[in-house]
Nanobody
Framework: VQLQASGGGLVQPGGSLRLSCSAS????????TEWYRQAPGKQRDLVAT??????TDVADSVKGRFTISRVNLNTVALQMNNLKPEDTAVYFC??????????WGRGTQVTVSS
């Protein structure tokens, strides 16, 4: 499985961005897709999860502002609204297969600044 994250950029506080994670390869083996983020000097944190059956969850820090959804069979989106400076980070797409293999995509930078 190969993952490609896109959609990052520079946005003002209160603005919105939509990240996309596109998967290729043996995508039918994917049990769940997640978004993580890592700010400079900090650990990588889980932001949102969607399972193969469509169950979703988001971290408390982004609840009510971020939404994870499946666009199609191989694309998962993260809609980010009302962005705050503390959301600034590199965002990574992650997939876990049914056999527990982890797959990471390259990150996409999100910068929230006026």
């Amino acid at each position: 499985v190969q993952l490609q994250a896109s959609g990052g950029g520079l946005v003002q506080p209160g603005g919105s961005l939509r990240l996309s994670c596109s998967a290729s390869g043996t995508i039918f083996n994917i049990a769940r897709t997640e978004w993580y983020r890592q700010a400079p000097g900090k650990q990588r944190d889980l932001v949102a999860t969607i399972t193969d059956s469509g169950v979703t969850d988001v971290a408390d820090s982004v609840k009510g502002r971020f939404t994870i959804s499946r666009v199609n069979l191989n694309t998962v989106a993260l809609q980010m609204n009302n962005l705050k400076p503390e959301d600034t980070a590199v965002y990574f797409c992650y997939a876990r297969a049914y056999d527990m293999r982890p797959y990471w995509g390259r990150g996409t930078q999100v910068t929230v600044s006026s």
